[in-house]
């Protein structure tokens, strides 16, 4: 049964800083692994997704890894602003069961 | 349409109440998802459709709730008899294919008084 975890569970930073969420996931035979961001009160945002045979996605200031042997995916976040200020949750689809198992989230706030 | 849409947007209802919330994928989606995430708590998978097919409803919480999609589009979920602890947000996701990168619409927030 496949499990996903983030830590930390929250993050503060100063604007500018580059920074690493974690994400792991206990079923390496992963599908797809998805990061999105949950802005208070709304829904989620796609922001980048890996598909098991890639080791990396970016987009913009986002890059967002894939190591299935070590049962890790990792997204940075580059010289981050406040707007980024959201919590990030990363799902993991196993294959042959094709739903996303979502971990509890990362809440980052990025201050000005 | 342009995005996932789901109503109502707000839903208060009194226990004992039947509810039922709808869900409008993107167009052309043929896989469609719906999650709960209740106060602090994280994504709760609750079931998938594959076109019109409901392959696992091993998420959903008990025998009140069930769930339907026709034409291939548009799903509706729906709460007999609700409780106090249904009170939660719904998220409806639909992906181009199964397992495909999931969008999500803004969610249904249901109150149970």
Redesign the interface.
């Known amino acids: 049964k496949q499990e996903v975890t983030q830590i930390p569970a929250a993050l503060s930073v100063p604007e500018g800083e580059n920074l690493v969420l974690n994400c792991s996931f206990t079923d390496s035979a992963i599908y797809n692994l998805q990061w999105f961001r949950q802005d208070p009160g709304k829904g989620l945002t796609s922001l980048l997704l890996i598909q098991s045979s890639q080791r990396e996605q970016t987009s913009g200031r986002l890059n967002a890894s894939l190591d299935k042997s070590s049962g890790r995916s990792t997204l940075y976040i580059a010289a981050s602003q406040p707007g980024d200020s959201a919590t990030y949750l990363c799902a993991a689809t196993t294959s042959g069961t094709y739903k996303y198992i979502f971990g509890t989230g990362t809440r980052l706030k990025v201050l000005a | 349409g342009a995005g996932v849409s789901q109503s109502p947007s707000n839903k208060v209802t009194e226990k004992g109440k039947d509810v039922e919330l709808r869900c409008d994928p993107i167009s052309g989606h043929t896989?469609l998802?719906w999650?709960r995430q209740s106060l602090g708590?994280?994504?709760e998978?609750l079931i998938?459709f594959?076109g019109n097919s409901a392959p696992?409803k091993s998420?959903l919480p008990s025998d009140r709730f069930s769930a339907e999609r026709t034409g291939g589009s548009v799903s509706t979920l729906t709460i007999q008899r609700t409780q106090q602890e249904d009170s939660a947000v719904y998220?409806c996701?639909s992906s181009l294919d199964?397992?495909?990168?999931?969008?999500?619409?803004?969610?249904t927030r249901l109150t149970v008084l």
């Open positions: 896989a998802y999650y708590q994280g994504l998978f998938y594959q696992d998420g998220l996701a199964l397992g495909g990168e999931q969008f999500f619409g803004p969610g």
